[in-house]
């Protein structure tokens, strides 16, 4: 009796435990600069990439009623050292199945070729835009959400030119993702006929950019290229130039372009420049979601970030388990086409799709179409300061 008591208890015991396993949350990275030269953006993304984690695991669908909790990671988005260490403790000691992340270039490459590789973990970043990222030896392990600064840069210098500015300075922050840049623009820009008086990098922290702004302004141009970070070196730079007279309006990338800078001293009013994103009908269906969310969906990559968390919950669901490198593999699968089109609020409807043994074809909020690195093709806004707010001029 005792014996046969002892079993049942075992039994008993042993059936919690493979039902608690099943129903087990799945643990997914979110790693941002929540602190460094982009820290002012990355709550927005974060929240997004969270939202469509919310939306899969609240629809009971995903993996029979399972949920993603998300785990979040301090990239910096300058420090490769502290990202790297931030995602190893992610994927070895949280144990996360893939990664929303990392935001900046030099810090993501890092962390695909060092932890993401290795460990077969896949990755979307939502912002990180060198075009270095598209040839980096990942074992195919990463994807972006917003395109390569290859297409920015030719788009940027379009803009310029078709505004009649043929003659500009231009700086750029010492990194992966503001070399990268400058060289896509720079390249463009010459090759329509513009002239640059100047090409100068700047580095992050200092206290002080007004001898670099002396140089650029020395060069004879009128117009200022800013290829740098909001909340680093190029606002510093942009404010050392309101400061001394040198230039008043600026012309960005989209590292530079957040509602933190409208905050300079002085104002800039007129400064234009790029941001990846769209108008189409996944963007205004993405912006009452995140209204409805308590937060502004037309944010800096709050649409990047919410895209590229659906799609790893629909690539969890097309694996068929939380398994690391099925989740890698249907990447691709659930973001192109063919399939059904699945948009932003409308994860539910993916999510049984696939449970059905169907395909789908997440464009979500920005147009998603992967190519064979990883890459979208995407779309730019080309963005005004107008009546001190930042204003869409045109999608490109």
Do not use: W
Not at 184 to 207: D, L, P, Q
Request: aromatic share 6%.
């Amino acid at each position: 009796m005792q014996n046969t008591f002892k079993k049942t208890l075992l039994a008993t015991a042993a059936a919690s435990l493979i039902a608690g396993a099943a129903q087990a949350d799945i643990k997914v990275g979110v790693i941002l600069g929540f602190t460094g030269p982009i820290e002012s953006l990355t709550p927005a993304m974060a929240d997004s990439a969270e939202l469509a984690f919310n939306e899969a695991s609240n629809s009971g669908l995903l993996l029979g009623g399972e949920s993603i909790t998300s785990v979040r990671g301090d990239s910096t988005c300058v420090d490769a050292a502290a990202a790297t260490a931030a995602a190893e403790r992610l994927v070895n000691s949280d144990n996360v199945v893939a990664i929303m992340g990392a935001d900046c270039s030099g810090v993501t490459g890092a962390i695909a070729k060092n932890v993401g590789a290795p460990n077969g973990v896949a990755m979307i970043s939502p912002s990180a835009t060198s075009p270095g990222l598209s040839s980096i030896d990942d074992n195919g392990v990463f994807f972006r959400t917003a395109p390569s600064d290859a297409r920015q840069g030719v788009v940027l210098a379009d803009i310029v030119l078709g505004r009649g500015i043929d003659t500009v300075a231009l700086t750029y922050e010492n990194g992966d993702y503001g070399k990268g840049l400058a060289d896509a623009f720079a390249t463009a820009y010459r090759a329509a006929g513009g002239t640059i008086t100047m090409e100068a990098a700047h580095e992050n922290g200092k206290a002080d950019y007004s001898a670099e702004v002396g140089a650029l302004s020395a060069s004879g141009a009128s117009e200022l290229v800013v290829l740098g970070y909001i909340d680093q070196g190029g606002r510093g730079i942009i404010q050392a130039s309101l400061d001394s007279g040198a230039f008043d309006r600026f012309i960005l990338g989209d590292g530079m372009i957040g509602d933190s800078l409208l905050d300079v001293d002085g104002g800039i009013e007129g400064t234009f420049g790029t941001l990846p994103g769209s108008e189409s009908e996944g963007a205004a269906m993405f912006n009452d979601v995140a209204a409805a969310a308590g937060f502004d969906g037309s944010l800096p990559y709050a649409a990047q970030s919410y895209d590229a968390g659906a799609l790893l919950a629909l690539a969890i669901q097309a694996a068929g388990s939380a398994d690391r490198a099925g989740i890698v593999a249907n990447i691709s699968n659930v973001a192109n086409a063919p399939g059904v089109i699945i948009l932003p609020g409308e994860l539910a409807k993916g999510l049984q799709i696939l449970a059905d043994g169907g395909q789908v074809n997440y464009e979500g909020a920005t147009n998603v179409e992967f190519d064979e690195n990883g890459d979208p093709a995407g779309s730019y806004k080309e963005q005004e300061v107008s009546g001190g707010a930042l204003t869409t001029v045109k999608v490109h």
